[in-house]
């Protein structure tokens, strides 16, 4: 299915207008007419931000991977509520509201600042099940000199995690037949130690509060400013 189709479909399904759509995305009803249509494209990041809205990964929303059952069989019952139930039984997500990147900072105060703090070169593991965000990601943290690990589930995550002593973990939350929250809980209960920042487009206030009430040490909002996400990393 081509992009245009994937977004027309998901929009509907969700029983949005191509205005509403736009409003959120802070676009004109045009461009999104435009995609729609495929005569143009979203960029990098407004991709990262539709897959965010309509709470699928990066590689479904292009394409390259189909969404599976598995998905909501493994929210909790906080995530769920994200959730409203259509006609036919299934679940779709739910208008709530996400959180800005200022609004997630308030929930995770950190220490001012100061000159030479930010630390290069740090043993890095990336849980995300989009291979679009791993590339990505991997591209990023290359050109800065951190040494990125890349995984798409929990159990390559753990596995990792039995070979290397990683710096920090980054964390999405809506993976394939797995909870990030959930995985977030067991790894503290685990390895308490280890410091853990989320990085997903499901920014509500439930996911962002439970992020933080099971020892998360930030959250990353998708899509995310580079500079930002430098910062939060190289602290």
């Known amino acids: 299915m081509e992009l245009g189709k994937v977004i027309r479909?998901?929009?509907?399904?969700?029983?949005?207008?191509?205005?509403?759509?736009?409003?959120?995305?802070?676009?004109?009803?045009?461009?999104?007419?435009?995609?729609?249509?495929?005569?143009?494209?979203?960029?990098?990041?407004?991709?990262?931000?539709?897959?965010?809205i309509f709470c699928i990964s990066t590689d479904v929303l292009l394409g390259n991977v189909a969404m599976s059952q598995k998905n909501v069989d493994a929210m909790t019952g906080g995530e769920k509520q994200l959730m409203?139930?259509?006609?036919?039984g299934s679940l779709t997500p739910a208008q709530a509201p996400a959180m800005s990147q200022?609004?997630?900072?308030a929930y995770f105060?950190?220490?001012?600042?100061?000159?030479?703090?930010?630390?290069?070169?740090?043993?890095?593991i990336l849980l995300d099940d989009a291979r679009f965000m791993r590339q990505i990601m991997q591209d990023i943290m290359d050109k800065k000199g951190h040494e990125l690990h890349t995984c798409a589930c929990g159990k390559?995550?753990?596995e990792l995690l039995e070979t290397m002593e990683p710096d920090l973990i980054l964390l999405d939350i809506m993976l394939d037949g797995e909870s990030g929250l959930e995985i977030l809980k067991e790894l503290k209960e685990k390895r308490p130690e280890l410091k853990v920042l989320m990085l997903s487009a499901l920014s509500t206030e439930y996911a962002v509060k439970t992020a933080k009430e099971r020892g998360a040490e930030g959250f990353i909002v998708k899509p995310f400013n580079v500079e930002t996400l430098l910062e939060k990393v190289e602290r």
Do not use: H
Request: aromatic share 4%.
């Open 9 to 52: 479909t998901k929009r509907e399904e969700l029983k949005m207008t191509q205005e509403m759509l736009a409003e959120r995305l802070s676009v004109t009803p045009q461009a999104v007419s435009r995609w729609e249509n495929d005569i143009s494209y979203p960029d990098l990041q407004m991709i990262v931000k539709l897959a965010g």
């Open 84 to 88: 409203m139930q259509m006609p036919d």
């Open 102 to 105: 200022d609004q997630a900072n």
């Open 109 to 124: 105060p950190e220490e001012p600042e100061t000159d030479g703090e930010r630390r290069k070169g740090k043993k890095i």
């Open 156 to 158: 390559e995550l753990f």
